[in-house]
């Protein structure tokens, strides 16, 4: 099994940052990416940011310049810091984990940003 925690969402004003945690946790071996994405109320869940196991990172056109996904090094916790957030970035934030071409999902945290 494999266990997926996030943590590090809350409120704050635009212009703030925030900075977000998962881990994997259990039959963790091979992970071949990390991740984040994001649902916004009656949206679609959608891609922000994922890193390889290569350290290749991807963003989201919309938080390009801003957000950063970095791991620690033993590449079991991924962490998304956020500068310079906008109301647009409300949103429940997700951690997927890809293991042998399945992915893993965290609970999700909430992120509001206040204008």
């Known amino acids: 099994q494999v266990q997926v925690v996030e943590s590090g969402g809350g409120l704050v004003q635009a212009g703030g940052s925030l900075r977000l945690s998962c881990a994997a946790s259990?039959?963790?071996?091979?992970?071949?990416?990390m991740g984040w994405y994001r649902q916004a109320p009656g949206k679609q869940r959608e891609l922000v940011a994922t890193i390889t196991r290569g350290s290749s990172t991807n963003y989201a056109d919309s938080v390009k310049g801003r957000f950063t996904i970095s791991r620690d090094n033993a590449k079991t916790t991924v962490y998304l810091q956020m500068t310079s957030l906008k109301p647009e970035d409300t949103a429940v934030y997700y951690c997927?984990?890809?293991?042998?071409?399945?992915?893993?999902w965290g609970q999700g945290t909430q992120v509001t940003v206040s204008s």
């Open positions: 259990g039959s963790i071996f091979n992970i071949n990416a």
């Open positions: 997927a984990v890809s293991i042998s071409n399945r992915d893993y």
